[in-house]
């Protein structure tokens, strides 16, 4: 087990350089790109924090890992982040060649491993369950970059082919059964949707299960939206980021909590395309 979190140590480190100096070598000629790979490079340094804390919950332990570090495997990825170290020293780069081998490293057992690792320890701490998911998250920001451009059309086709290694799920909590269903139906394409009829059915669920986003109502019998989110959040600190509350019609005084909390609501109604929208931006942090 220590080997494998010191590699990844070491892989999460070197994907971290590489997309800063991928940012430097387009920030000339292609802002929007060079933009793009400083974000990658901020999240690889966020999960080598990660992975660095969950390896300290194994010191002094005698942990045997049910998966090994295969040198063949190895040796590809190896060969996926060289091939890329070599485009940007050998410059200039070509913006679709270097993309496609970023893709080809990202989308490798480099990141399933990654998952594994943290998901070992998500019961020591809900920081390591959030971790596992932002690296569905941190590909997902590779596939919505690359369909903004159409010259990668095959690249994006490529990466729709690959197997997801985490799906999101979503807890819509709305007590009109008639809007609970159509909001199940606008969100089914952004992951698993669940949905309960008020509060407490709500809090239930996010005991047992991670959610990327929930969407709730204000204004609910047994426990309404405010009060789920207190409750929530006092078990799970900064579970309120991935909170989007959905209301008809908003009081002072519920008007002026979620200013003061930060907190994200939507109107009733509100188009597909303003709910599918704000569901994205949390999915995409």
């Known amino acids: 087990m220590k080997t494998l979190f010191s590699w990844l140590i070491w892989m999460e480190g070197r994907a971290e350089e590489l997309y800063a100096r991928a940012s430097a070598a387009f920030s000339a000629n292609d802002r929007e790109l060079s933009g793009f790979f400083k974000a990658l490079s901020v999240e690889e340094a966020a999960h080598r924090f990660m992975i660095e804390r969950a390896s300290g919950f194994i010191k002094g332990r005698d942990l045997v890992s049910p998966v090994t570090l295969d040198e063949a495997a190895m040796e590809e990825m190896d060969e996926h982040f060289s091939k890329c170290e070599k485009m940007?020293?050998?410059?200039?780069?070509?913006?679709?060649?270097?993309?496609?081998?970023?893709?080809?490293?990202?989308?490798?057992?480099?990141?399933?491993l990654f998952?594994?690792?943290?998901?070992?320890?998500?019961?020591?701490?809900?920081?390591?369950?959030?971790?596992?998911?932002?690296?569905?998250?941190?590909?997902?920001?590779?596939?919505?970059?690359?369909?903004?451009?159409?010259?990668?059309?095959?690249?994006?086709?490529?990466?729709?082919?690959?197997?997801?290694?985490?799906?999101?799920?979503?807890?819509?909590?709305?007590?009109d059964e008639d809007i609970r269903e159509l909001l199940k139906e606008?969100?089914?394409?952004?992951?698993?949707?669940?949905?309960?009829?008020?509060?407490?059915?709500?809090?239930?669920?996010?005991?047992?299960?991670?959610?990327?986003?929930?969407?709730?109502?204000?204004?609910?019998?047994?426990?309404?939206?405010?009060?789920?989110?207190?409750?929530?959040?006092?078990?799970?600190?900064?579970?309120?980021?991935?909170?989007?509350?959905?209301?008809?019609?908003?009081?002072?005084?519920?008007?002026?909590f979620l200013r003061e909390n930060g907190l994200k609501c939507l109107p009733k109604p509100s188009t597909i395309r303003e709910i599918r929208k704000a569901v994205a931006g949390i999915l995409s942090v």
């Open 88 to 112: 940007i020293d050998g410059g200039p780069l070509d913006r679709t060649a270097f993309l496609e081998c970023v893709v080809k490293a990202e989308f490798s057992e480099w990141n399933d």
């Open 115 to 175: 998952r594994f690792a943290i998901n070992s320890f998500k019961s020591e701490s809900s920081e390591f369950v959030e971790a596992a998911v932002s690296v569905q998250h941190h590909k997902r920001r590779i596939e919505e970059f690359i369909e903004g451009r159409g010259e990668l059309k095959d690249l994006l086709d490529r990466i729709r082919g690959i197997p997801r290694v985490w799906e999101d799920s979503i807890l819509v909590v709305e007590d």
């Open 186 to 256: 606008v969100l089914y394409k952004e992951g698993l949707v669940d949905a309960v009829s008020n509060g407490r059915e709500g809090l239930e669920k996010i005991e047992e299960r991670y959610y990327s986003v929930i969407m709730s109502d204000l204004e609910m019998p047994v426990m309404n939206g405010i009060e789920l989110y207190k409750a929530a959040s006092a078990k799970y600190p900064g579970i309120g980021e991935r909170f989007i509350f959905f209301s008809g019609s908003l009081d002072g005084t519920s008007a002026e």
